[in-house]
């Protein structure tokens, strides 16, 4: 008897096992949402999908019981977006002063012959200046949405800092629009001269003329630099103002999808934008001698145009044979 | 401490939207705004059910996680309030909620929207309790007066209920055995008999 008790259990188990590796079988089987034996679980599974439901107030989000897209939109803003975008910009930043400090300011090599053409027309000053002023409030507001809570509540605290905030979105979005604009009649303006062409391979090649000794590259009107940095306002122009204007004017039912898209694709190639833009401003500025001349005063030394832009400077020049004062208007 | 938690008992529930205009009339909230909403699932389907929801004072709130001027605040109850005077306007939290709780007085040109507005589970805000700049701003506050949620202590069936989270768990558990654990042994296709075939399927 005694044998016969303590073998039992054993094979009452064994057979239990048995049984209970079969169902974990056929449950692992079974298509997630149709769990015959528990109708309430699927319902609830299904809603969790955010099936679209009815509701007698149906203004702002609630014909859904649970929007799953809001916290992947979080994950990537909080984590993502603010986390990794302080680095990409100080790095940049450290890049360039690293640039400067090694390679140093791209001077004139020649002593100025005090000879005058005109580079950029007031009209063309007067937008690349006024576009470059929006860009400069969008970054500064844009940053301070991103990432202000994490830099700027702990010095100004929270009261100066939502004062400002509040100002700066204000400022956001209104200048926004006109910073896409800006980019597109700066697209309309510019366009003829930014063609890619052969010779811009040269200037790849040699790095721009900036790094080593080699010759200088021959250069039109616009070197294959400033071609790139105008094709890249352009792409991220139009992606950052297109999905700027789709959250600025929620007055046509957009979903909260749409709103979590486009502020994922606004803030992240806002970034890219704002980083890139670094390095127009170093070039036109202190990474090259005379190039802040040009457009803040629309003309440039005859040394200079000879020295970075060859061929556009030939050309000038028998514009100038065979109108002799043109330089001088 | 307690932890004051909402509960919607969808077998309860019945859609009367009594919750919705108890609120909209306890807090005085402007026109157009819910901060409470009943949603339907499969309406006019059989197993139909109705949710009253607001805001769930979630514990890792994730409108307070995107806030850019980080206004939100728990209170030592577990309840998300917000700071009118320092929100902005911008909409990240109303993009964040998964239940749709933060609302606006306005959707306008320039994404001007208004202080966001969101259910308080009764407790107002920041600033002295029962002042008229915070009734103006958040509705009364009854956590303040001792008394729960408008919405589920006026709930005809009894369905919303609303309070300290282990009171609120003590009264569906009783429920719940009530019923038994499984939806075939009571509910509407007990009441209907559709598995007879003696009733009629609607």
Redesign the interface.
Known sequence: MTTKSRILPIRRLVILAVLLSLLGGAMSFQVIGSDLEN??AN?WRV?REG?P?????P??????????S??N??EI??GLIARISPWIIILALIGMAAFYLIVGQDKLEKPRSGVMIERFTYRERFLHWSTALLFIVMAVTGLS??L??FVL?PIFG??L??GY??GA??LH??CGPLLLAGILLEFVLWVRFNIPRKIDLQWFKSMGGMIGSGPRPHIGRVNAGEKGWFWLIFIFGSAVGITGVL?????WEQT?LT??VS?VVHAVVAVLFVTVSFGHIYMGTLGMEGAFEAMWSGSVDAVWAKQNHDLWYQEKMRESTVKPDAEMS | MARMKFLCDTERCIECNACVTACNNEHDVPWGINRRHVVTLKDGESGEKSVSVACMHCTDAPCAAVCPVDCFYTTPDGIVLHDKDLCIGCGYCFYACPFGAPQFPEQNWFAARGKMDKCTFCAGGPGPDNSVEEYKKYGRNRIAEGKLPLCAEMCATKALLAGDGNVVSDIYIQRITKRGGRPQTWGWETAYNFKSGKGENP
């Open positions: 109708p309430r319902f809603v099936v439901a009815y509701t007698s107030t203004d702002q989000g609630h014909t859904v019981l649970i929007q799953n809001g916290e939109w979080r803003r909080n949405l991103l202000g809570r509540i929270h009261w800092f939502s905030l509040q979105k204000v979005n209104y959250l600025d004017f929620p007055i909260r709103m979590q502020h």
